[in-house]
């Protein structure tokens, strides 16, 4: 079967090694080369090829990585080693791996990690319409009018929320499902209302649950997990 002529960033970041873009600086940068030859954007290579990347050859063996991990207040979903409290050095998979999407330093539960660029990509493009559901605590009762208010959409940066889902669990609790991912989204929108969030975990994204993972530990998705959101990812 002939083999078929893929994107260098699509190549590098299929194996795992970063996102396109940051891919694409990594050629710019003249840090790839491909048969012993610097790397120049848009270059197309085949399988066979050799691609090195600061001098160390890497391969896409196909293998697709998906890992569920219940993270701990404290690490900062990045892969820049710079930072000490990264999530990715916590883990320490023997694969790269990087966050899809992102969970504030201050909240703890569901973060899905994969050595995927175009998984992260695909689900990042639909980042505005697929759920993420939280337990959140506050520092003031949660009253009727509140929740109302929440539910119908607030001014935060420049913008409105969307309609979300609340239900209260507690005289400081309420459960929240949201369907966009906006910087620091519902600590700011009960900042709005004059609350302070004390704890924030996030439960599900999608359909994928947290479930009884334990704070700091992760584990590898299950096949029917992995179908799903490479499905939704419109992968094949």
């Not at 293998?63 to 999530?87: H, M, R, S, Y």
């Not at 929320?161 to 949201?178: A, W």
Request: proline fraction near 3%; charge should be positive.
């Amino acid at each position: 079967m002939k083999e078929e002529e893929v994107r260098l960033n699509k190549f590098i970041a299929d194996c795992g090694v970063c996102s396109r873009r940051q891919a694409d600086a990594l050629i710019e940068q003249g840090r790839v080369s491909v048969d012993g030859e610097k790397a120049v954007m848009g270059t197309k290579v085949l399988p066979s090829q050799l691609v090195k990347v600061d001098g160390k050859p890497i391969n896409d063996d196909g293998k697709t990585i998906i890992i569920l991990f219940n993270k701990p207040v404290g690490l900062v979903c990045t892969t820049a080693d710079d930072e000490k409290d990264n999530v990715v050095k916590y883990i320490n998979y023997p694969r790269r791996i990087y966050p899809v999407g992102r969970l504030d330093k201050d909240s703890q539960g569901l973060l899905l990690l994969t050595n995927r660029g175009d998984l992260v990509n695909g689900i990042m493009r639909s980042r505005y319409d697929h759920e993420k559901e939280y337990i959140v605590t506050v520092d003031r009762p949660v009253t009727e009018d509140f929740m109302k208010r929440m539910s119908k959409g607030v001014p935060i940066l420049d913008t409105v929320t969307k309609p979300c889902f609340i239900e209260r669990l507690g005289k400081y609790k309420f459960r929240i499902i949201i369907t966009q991912g906006l910087n620091r989204q519902i600590r700011r929108m009960c900042e709005h209302f004059g609350y302070e969030v004390k704890t924030l975990k996030r439960i599900r994204i999608l359909d994928i649950q947290l479930g009884d993972l334990k704070e700091g530990e992760w584990r590898n998705a299950t096949s029917a997990e992995k179908k799903y959101l490479m499905k939704y990812a419109r992968m094949k």
